[in-house]
């Protein structure tokens, strides 16, 4: 699988961005897709996940700031981003987990190659 992510830049703080990831190749379904960031120096984190279902969970940092949303159908995944802090400012990578490409499995995860966002006056 392949994965075109798109979206991110330079922001002043308060504003938004919003992020797409788009998987492609021979695809099934994907049970689960997310966001994770990695800040220099900090280790990778979840910033929110949602599942083929719609079920959602969220970073306690992005809680009420940020939502998640997917096209199931286009293997796309999206990230509104609102109310952003420097403290934002990371590489923001997606990543689909539970890859099929056939409803027989078997399951893989992936990892996008990330997108720049960074969060300063």
């Known amino acids: 699988v392949k994965f075109a992510e798109s979206g991110g830049g330079l922001v002043q703080p308060g504003g938004s961005l919003r992020l797409s990831c788009t998987a492609s190749?021979?695809?099934?379904?994907?049970?689960?897709m997310a966001w994770y960031r990695q800040a220099p120096g900090k280790e990778r984190e979840l910033v929110a996940r949602i599942t083929t279902e719609g079920s959602t969970d969220y970073a306690d940092t992005v809680k009420g700031r940020f939502t998640i949303s997917r096209d199931n159908a286009e293997n796309t995944v999206y990230l509104q981003m609102n109310a952003l802090k420097a403290e934002d400012t990371a590489v923001y990578l997606c990543?689909?987990?539970?890859?099929?490409?056939?409803?027989?499995?078997?399951?893989?995860?992936?990892w996008g190659q990330g997108t720049q966002v960074t969060v300063s006056p």
């Open positions: 990543n689909a987990e539970q890859i099929r490409i056939t409803a027989l499995g078997p399951d893989y995860d992936a």
């Open positions: 190749g021979t695809i099934f379904s994907i049970y689960r």
